[in-house]
T-cell receptor, first 113, second 116 residues
Framework: AQTVTQSQPEMSVQEAETVTLSCTYD???????LFWYKQPPSRQMILVIR??????QNATENRFSVNFQKAAKSFSLKISDSQLGDAAMYFC??????????FGTGTRLTIIP | GAVVSQHPSWVICKSGTSVKIECRSL??????MFWYRQFPKQSLMLMAT?????????EQGVEKDKFLINHASLTLSTLTVTSAHPEDSSFYIC????????????FGQGTRLTVV
C-alpha cells in the first residue's frame, strides 16, 4: 500500500514571500500521479497542481511549482509571492494505478500580513 | 474544470435514523466515484469506491451494511448512512473523475453530518 507523509503540520510565511511545503511518499508502482490539493475553511478541495511520474519536468501553475524527485520519492510544493488567499490546509496526494487517492496528513499554511 | 455537486451541504439527524447524501457529476460522466470521510483537523480517508452498475468496493474497516453506496447512473452516486449514531458525525466528501479524459478527480463541496 502507498503512504504519503507530510512532516510539517503547520507552516507560516510572510505575505509576498516564498514557502515550500514538503511531501514524501512510498510506492512500488512505476506509473502514478501526484497532486497538491488546497482545502480552505469552506472545506472544498481545490486542485493546486499535479505531476505525472513519467515526466521529469517539474509542473508549474503560475505562483505554484513543485520539486519532484522520483528517486527520492519527494514531491514538495513551492508557493511564490504568497497571498492572503493562499491560507488553507494543503494536502499532498498520490493516485495509484487503481485510481485511488491516498492523502497525506496535511499542512496548515498561515499567511502573515 | 468539471463540476461535482454534493447535497446536502449539512444535515442533522437523530440517532437511529438514516441519511442519504447525493454526489452528482454535472457536466461529465463518471464511471467511478469515491467517498471519503474527514474528521476534524484530519486528512481524508477513503471509505469506498463507487462503480456505476456494480457493487461498491469498501476499504478495510468500513462497514458496508452501515454505509450503503448506490451508483445507479453515470452522473449520480449516493451514500446512505443507516441507523446513524453520534460517532458517525463527520464530514463526508465525494469525488468523481472523467476517465475518458486524463484529468484529475473533482470534489464535491462536502456534507457535514451531525447525529444527535
Amino acid at each position: 500500500a502507498q503512504t504519503v507523509t507530510q512532516s510539517q503540520p503547520e507552516m507560516s510565511v510572510q505575505e509576498a514571500e516564498t514557502v515550500t511545503l514538503s511531501c514524501t511518499y512510498d510506492t512500488s508502482e512505476s506509473d502514478y500521479y501526484l497532486f497538491w490539493y488546497k482545502q480552505p475553511p469552506s472545506r472544498q478541495m481545490i486542485l493546486v497542481i499535479r505531476q505525472e511520474a513519467y515526466k521529469q519536468q517539474n509542473a508549474t501553475e503560475n505562483r505554484f511549482s513543485v520539486n519532484f524527485q522520483k528517486a527520492a520519492k519527494s514531491f514538495s510544493l513551492k508557493i511564490s509571492d504568497s497571498q492572503l488567499g493562499d491560507a488553507a490546509m494543503y494536502f499532498c496526494a498520490y493516485r495509484s494505478e487503481n485510481e485511488k487517492l491516498t492523502f497525506g496528513t496535511g499542512t496548515r499554511l498561515t499567511i502573515i500580513p | 474544470g468539471a463540476v461535482v455537486s454534493q447535497h446536502p451541504s449539512w444535515v442533522i439527524c437523530k440517532s437511529g435514523t438514516s441519511v442519504k447524501i447525493e454526489c452528482r457529476s454535472l457536466d461529465f460522466q463518471a464511471t467511478t466515484m469515491f467517498w471519503y470521510r474527514q474528521f476534524p483537523k484530519q486528512s481524508l480517508m477513503l471509505m469506498a469506491t463507487s462503480n456505476e452498475g456494480s457493487k461498491a468496493t469498501y476499504e478495510q474497516g468500513v462497514e458496508k451494511d452501515k454505509f450503503l453506496i448506490n451508483h445507479a447512473s453515470l452522473t449520480l452516486s449516493t451514500l446512505t448512512v443507516t441507523s446513524a449514531h453520534p460517532e458517525d458525525s463527520s464530514f463526508y466528501i465525494c469525488s468523481a473523475r472523467d476517465v475518458t479524459v486524463n484529468t484529475e478527480a473533482f470534489f464535491g463541496q462536502g456534507t457535514r453530518l451531525t447525529v444527535v
